[in-house]
């Protein structure tokens, strides 16, 4: 595996991902305008696996969910031992790994630490497995403090518990819960430690459904997104803003709809499926206007197409787009309409392996993991392009 030691600089970058937005509507796979060309920088913690274990699929070795305006990115990444620790890798490379107080490390149990958002401080968000396979919150602060904490209400089974799956600025977490019932729920955690539960309208009440928080997905102003799970089992998206109104998203013409990332202004973006399952992204302006859009080259079969996961204030639109030998590729998507698509230059090539972005921070850098020809996963961080970066 590679390891290098630099990432994006941001300032330089934020300038590159303003000129691929003012570009004609068209497909490019690279940027060579002013000598800038994008890159991408693979990574893995020190101690990571290198061999796949059924133990731990689909989430053997690193996987990158998130990053900051700063280019820090977080995550997980498994050991030898098949045990989960967070990660923090700093924007000059260095990777610090963590473990959230009461992890269970036990080996092959993969249990453990999951990082799944970070702030601009520094404040990182996740949830770790206890010995007895239940899910707790986490807060981190820089100077390597831990709160940790259950949402009322939180079963104490198998499989159960508190999951924070974002942070914003304020300090406010927001995530969801799963209940004795296997039902779940959405929570806010204010900075004071404050919790409030809350359900999506239409949200069913039997096990494996409920209303889930999508991971990073709570703005500065403490809107969040997510989707929920009805009486049918079928999949809607929802935005809740902060006096406590919920909305439900339905894609027109979609049989299912997931919401993945909100910006500032409230722009939404997602994906949907259509009656074959066949995946479309989609922007949501804040007026509720929704576009959908397809990355050149996806599937057209079932589980194949355009996935889009998060967005930035710019709204550039990153994810992945699953072609039609399902295999994963990644792309973003400026407001223009323009594609970049991208691939890991390490990622597998048979069905179920290849590019997968999880982040894009304001820059319009995005971060993810790949997944290898092993079925391994690394992580890499994708900058948009900068002549000094090299």
Not at 297 to 321: C, D, E, S, V, W
């Amino acid at each position: 595996m590679k390891y290098k030691t630099r990432g994006c600089i941001t300032a330089i970058a934020l300038s590159a991902a303003l000129v691929i937005s003012q570009l004609p509507a068209q497909e490019h796979s690279d940027d060579h305008r002013f000598g800038q060309k994008p890159k991408l920088i693979e990574f893995d913690p020190p101690g990571t696996n290198t061999v796949s274990s059924p133990a731990c699929v689909p989430s053997c070795g690193t996987q990158a969910f998130a990053n900051n305006n700063l280019g820090a990115i977080v995550g997980s990444y498994t050991d030898a031992s098949i045990v989960p620790h967070g990660f923090l890798r700093n924007p000059d490379g260095h990777i610090l790994s963590f473990d959230a107080p009461g992890a269970g490390l036990g080996a092959n149990l993969n249990q453990g630490t999951v990082a799944l958002s970070i702030n601009d401080l520094g404040v990182i968000a996740g949830q770790f497995e206890d010995p007895n396979d239940i899910f707790h919150g986490f807060v981190r602060y820089p100077d390597g403090f831990f709160t940790t904490f259950d949402a009322p209400g939180a079963g104490t089974g198998a499989n159960q518990g508190t999951i924070a799956e974002a942070v914003n600025l304020a300090g406010t977490v927001a995530g969801y819960y799963v209940d004795e019932g296997n039902v779940s729920h959405g929570f806010i955690r204010q900075r004071d430690g404050a919790i409030l539960s809350f359900d999506a309208p239409g949200a069913a009440t039997g096990p494996n459904q409920g209303t889930v928080v999508a991971t990073n997905a709570l703005n500065p102003e403490g809107a969040i997104v997510g989707w929920y799970i009805d009486a049918d089992y079928a999949d809607h998206g929802f935005v809740r803003v902060p006096d406590g109104t919920i909305t439900t998203i339905d894609v027109p013409g979609t049989v299912l709809t997931i919401v993945g990332g909100i910006t500032p202004a409230g722009a939404i973006t997602g994906y949907s499926a259509d009656a074959s399952s066949v995946l479309y992204g989609f922007l949501r302006a804040p007026d509720g206007t929704i576009t959908t859009f397809d990355v050149p080259g996806g599937g057209t079969g079932p589980i194949q197409g355009t996935a889009a996961f998060k967005l930035n204030p710019a709204r550039m639109i990153t994810g992945p787009y699953v072609d039609a030998s399902n295999v994963l590729h990644g792309y973003v998507r400026p407001p223009d309409g323009a594609f970049t698509k991208f691939d890991a230059p390490d990622a597998g090539t048979s069905p179920g392996q290849g590019t997968r972005p999880e982040g894009i921070n304001q820059a319009g850098a995005v971060t993810g993991y790949y997944i290898d020809g092993g079925n391994l996963n690394h992580g890499f961080v994708w900058c948009p392009g900068n002549a000094n970066d090299k």
